[in-house]
């Protein structure tokens, strides 16, 4: 019994002391950001995204921090846009003030104004009011 109870200490001793000894694995680092789904798994080279954070002085600098290339300030929404590689993407996605990283994707106007409501030099837009009359307004630049 005494054999038994010595050979468990034992065996408890040298798991503890190999538990102290062994380096340990750092821990795994969390994405904070939102990330758009797909973005991760995507195999294209260098996407074009925009990372929004505070401010678009620290969207910058993650973005080179991770070897990323910034392409375009979005100040007005906190943002850049910027290219970055799968590996730089998933380094990104777990600096602490990033808040989201999604695609950069092309915009279009939903609809066009018809040729004859707009000339090239004039800068007026149909609209129509709540009682259904239309009427011009001109846009100031």
């Known amino acids: 019994m005494n054999n038994r109870i010595n050979l468990l200490l034992t065996v408890v001793l040298i798991g503890s002391l190999v538990?102290?000894?062994?380096?340990?694995?750092?821990?795994?680092?969390?994405?904070?950001?939102?990330?758009?789904?797909?973005l991760l798994a995507a195999e294209s080279g260098t996407p074009s995204v925009?990372?929004?954070?505070?401010d678009s002085a620290a969207a910058a600098r993650a973005v080179e921090r991770v070897g990323g290339q910034v392409t375009g300030d979005l100040w007005l929404v906190d943002a850049v846009a910027?290219?970055?590689?799968?590996?730089?993407?998933?380094?990104?996605?777990?600096?602490?003030?990033?808040?989201?990283?999604?695609?950069n994707k092309g915009v279009e106007v939903a609809k066009k104004p018809a040729p004859d409501q707009r000339s090239k030099d004039d800068d007026?837009?149909?609209?129509?009011?709540?009682?259904g009359k239309r009427f011009h307004h001109r846009h100031h630049r």
Do not use: Y
């Open 19 to 38: 538990g102290v000894v062994a380096p340990k694995a750092p821990p795994p680092r969390i994405m904070s950001a939102f990330i758009e789904s797909g």
């Open 124 to 131: 007026l837009s149909a609209t129509t009011s709540t009682d």
């Open 82 to 103: 910027a290219t970055v590689s799968a590996d730089e993407l998933a380094a990104l996605a777990t600096h602490p003030q990033v808040r989201s990283i999604v695609s």
């Open 50 to 54: 925009i990372v929004t954070s505070s």
